[in-house]
Nanobody, 128 residues
Framework: QVQLVESGGGLVQAGGSLRLSCAASGRTFSTSAMGWFRQAPGKEREFVAA????????YYADSVEGRFTISSDNAKNTVYLQMNSLKPEDTAVYYC?????????????????????WGQGTQVTVSS
């Protein structure tokens, strides 16, 4: 089992920045990638960004490309999501997730159904 704990959410004005953290514990060596997803009120959960431990490859949703950066501190088993130039439409509960299986294509890392472990979520609210 892998446990994931998110932190860093909060209220910020449009144009501001936040950094989310996701601390992983347990059998973290079994995971191949970490991802961030978000769910806005009344909407389905959607992919935001993903990071592959071994290769360091990163993937982003078009809506956040250039504004958000996913990174890691391998020694701390922690993944970060730096969010800049925040917009009101970024308001959502942000979830961290961990994936066991290794895939060769980008597609699978954007699919929430492929992820095996999930955190409890952290609220991000962007005011206009």
């Amino acid at each position: 089992q892998v446990q994931l704990v998110e932190s860093g959410g909060g209220l910020v004005q449009a144009g501001g920045s936040l950094r989310l953290s996701c601390a992983a514990s347990g059998r973290t060596f079994s995971t191949s990638a970490m991802g961030w997803f978000r769910q806005a009120p009344g909407k389905e959960r959607e992919f935001v960004a993903a990071f592959r431990w071994r290769s360091g490859s990163t993937y982003y949703a078009d809506s956040v490309e250039g504004r958000f950066t996913i990174s890691s501190d391998n020694a701390k088993n922690t993944v970060y999501l730096q969010m800049n130039s925040l917009k009101p439409e970024d308001t959502a509960v942000y979830y961290c997730a961990a994936l066991n299986k290794v895939y060769s294509g980008t597609y699978y890392y954007t699919r929430q159904g492929e992820y095996n472990y999930w955190g409890q979520g952290t609220q991000v609210t962007v005011s206009s």
